[in-house]
Structures are given as C-alpha cells and as structure tokens.
C-alpha cells in the first residue's frame, strides 16, 4: 500500500493505493494522528486506489471518524470501488460515513462547512 | 520459513507472512480462472480469520504453524485452516451489535468475524487434540 497526501487549502487528502489490511494500517493510522496532532481536523480519503480492505483498516477508518469529528472536524471519503462498497455495506459503515463519488464533490462539500 | 507446494502452504504464526496465504488462493482461483472479485472475498475471509489466530490464538511467544490447503471443486472454492492455538469456535461469536448505530455509538473493531461469515455460504469448526480446524466454503459462479 502506498499513501500519498496533498493539501488544499485547510483539507488533507489522503489517498490509499493498494491493500489496507492487517499488516499495513499502522501507517495510515500514524498519518491519521499526525494530522489530528498537528490540528489539522478536515480530512478526505480518496480511495480511488485502494482495491482491498479488511476489518483492521476499516477499523482505522471509524477510529479517524469519531475522533475527527470529537476534535470538531470532518473526515469524508470518496472514490470507492463497488468490491469495498460491500465491505462498508456489510459492515455498516455507509450510512455513517461522508462518501462521494469524487474527489472534487468532496472537495466542494467540505469547503462548503469549512 | 513457509513451505510451499500446489495447494497448499504452512506459514508461521508472523502477521507478516499473511500474504503468502493471499496469494496461494489467488493462484487457485486464477488457475480455475474464477472470478477476481469472489477470490478476493475469500481471501478476506481467510486474512479475518488468520490474523484473529494469530493476534489473540497464543500466549507464548514460541514459533506455531498454520497450514492452509485451498481446493476448489464442484464449483466451491475451500480453504482448509489448521493451527495449534488456542481453541476457537468463531461459530460462537455473536454477530457485532449496532451496525445500524451512528458512528459516535460505534466501537471500532470486531467486524473480522461478521465479514469472513458474510463472505462464504458456509463455515465449519472442528477441535480435533490440540487442532483447531476450519473450513471456509463459498460456491464461485464461474
């Protein structure tokens, strides 16, 4: 897996290429955290490329979600693929979770209530 | 070290070696050229199941095996887990509670189970001595 981050304006994006699972969410979490530290609490995930997730990455997600929006912020996701949207399906992350199509309508309705 | 033979592979109880797990039911799937999105459920179930071994099954920190054997016939792809942890019926653990809740009323964790069970048509859980056996089933459309 391979994460890369940019900033717009006040909003990071992350984004996730490849696997999330067992063997490498310490290192989203660490960006998670980093960025909760440094008070950087409006954060997107474009998940364009991440093609598999298993429950120890899904579980960083929800963990970013409370304590984002604990700190005042907000955490959207975008770009899901249809083989994650089960997973959230079945792990009933869909409906508590912000998730849009693209990155440029997560970018708008961030920025719209930031 | 993990040997490997066609279908069958035994890694040592080291998340790390949980890819090697993924890809030898990639590599039968693809040999049987099923689906790439069904193969990649049963890997998930397989990786829920192994690394729930593997994090919670000892409390010694002694090398253990975990022997893997994937077949697929008659259209169902099985994934045969042996390994000499503790016993473990996941058969017996509830399915989470409150995946319907917001996210303030969530608890992170305890999806692992409640998707491999979501992912196969079936599992099946023996305790042979010391063995904990489990079998993951799930009927591929080829």
Redesign the interface.
Known sequence: MTLTEKRQQQIVIISIDGRL???NYQQLEGRVMHHLQQNHTTLMIDCSGM??V???G??IF??A??KL?AAGGQLALCALR??IKE?FD???FT???RIYATQQQALEALGQET | MAAVAKNELTILNN??Q??LVSGLIEQVGNDNHLRK?EI??M??AA??MI?NTI?YGYDDDKAHEISVIVMFKEDVLRIEIRDDAAAFDPLNVPPPE???????H?Q??G??I??AR??TDRITYQREKNTNLLFLEKKMTK
Do not use: Q, W
């Open positions: 699972d067992t063997t093609d598999y298993s429950s120890a899904l579980r929800l963990v979600l409370k929006t249809e083989n997973i079945i792990s009933g409906g508590i979770f | 998340i790390s949980i890819g999105a990649m459920e890997v998930l990786e829920e690394s994090n409150g995946l319907e809740m917001p996210a303030t969530r992170p964790g999806l692992g409640h998707l979501r992912l």
